[in-house]
């Protein structure tokens, strides 16, 4: 491991997740093409979306549960409303790996990696069988 890696918190806390939910986002809602899908087309309130998405990976990551929602019926109910795109999803994830690989590192750092892209694959997989 090297020194600059020794240095970044894994996303083995709330606080460490809450502080890559917010790099995460802030990089996400630059891109011109995704940035709407949060905003316009799901109109999200990102204040109230963050303390979810947190819970969310609080509940993979350290076995938390307090996250008790449906993530593939909203993402179905938003591909209905805007297709989303292979594209879509790839970016999505090289936006997680960046934030992942920028500001932390760890065993939960890189499962969350894993996760997320296992995530991606199979929303793309679930919604391309919908279309």
């Known amino acids: 491991m090297s020194s600059s890696q020794k240095n970044k918190p894994d996303l083995d806390s709330a606080e460490h ?3 890559f939910v917010e790099a995460f986002y802030a990089r996400l809602l630059k891109d011109t093409r995704l940035a709407p899908i949060f905003t316009e087309v799901a109109g999200i309130d990102i204040h109230e979306h963050f303390p979810r998405i947190q819970a969310y990976w609080e509940k993979l990551l350290l076995g938390g549960n307090e996250y008790h929602r449906h993530t593939m019926n909203i993402h179905r109910q938003l591909d209905a409303k805007q297709r989303l795109l292979d594209s879509d999803f790839e970016q999505w994830l090289a936006y ?4 992942a690989d920028q500001g932390f590192s760890g065993d939960k750092t890189e499962r969350a990696k894993r996760v997320a892209a296992t995530i991606a694959t199979n929303m793309r997989t679930a919604l391309a069988a919908n279309n």
């Open 17 to 19: 997740i809450a502080l």
């Open 96 to 99: 997680f790996i960046e934030t």
